[in-house]
């Protein structure tokens, strides 16, 4: 059972770049790759570890809604990001980039009726076999994401401080 709504779910969604964009104007190129403690991401990592997630659980939704019950082997984010240029990427050009890619599955879900949320996928490799739906890959994207907005919204407090 989802804890969010689909309505909830779009919503974050639409959100997460504009929150990003906004968190971020003030900082400069040095700050976004700078990482507050040695131990934390930079705003440029946690974008990049975004865009991985949304390449790979909306590379799900759409094999969802493409056919019927496929078998997704599940790729872990951390492990698809090393086969992208993603962390090596300026900030800017890579919120543009994410911007677009979420305007895209945005387009793709906002118009779908209530039961086409509920197809699902059969899901293997990360130990059991699961079922998916749109709802549910959406509803995780959404989650993770905002655990990241928190995560942006330290590192800019940070920086901002540091400037007063």
């Known amino acids: 059972m989802s804890s969010l709504s689909i309505e909830q779910a779009l919503d974050l969604l639409a959100e997460t ?3 990003l964009a906004a968190l971020t104007a003030g900082l400069t190129p040095a700050q976004l790759c700078a990482s507050p403690e040695s131990d934390e991401w930079s705003a440029g990592e946690v974008l990049a570890h975004l865009r991985s997630c949304a390449d790979v659980w909306g590379g799900a939704i759409a094999l969802i809604l493409a056919q019927d019950e496929p078998t997704i082997r599940a790729i872990s984010p951390r492990t698809y990001i090393r086969k992208t240029d993603f ?22 879900l906002q118009p779908l009726p209530p039961n086409a949320w509920a197809r699902a996928a059969k899901v293997t490799g990360a130990g059991k076999l699961s079922h998916l739906t749109v709802l549910s890959y959406a509803e995780r994207l959404a989650l993770h994401e905002r655990a990241h907005i928190g995560q942006v919204t330290r590192i800019a407090a940070t920086f901002t401080k540091t400037q007063a």
């Open 17 to 19: 770049p504009k929150r």
């Open 87 to 108: 962390p090596q990427l300026q900030f800017a050009p890579s919120l543009k980039a994410f911007t677009k890619q979420r305007a895209e599955l945005l387009a793709t």
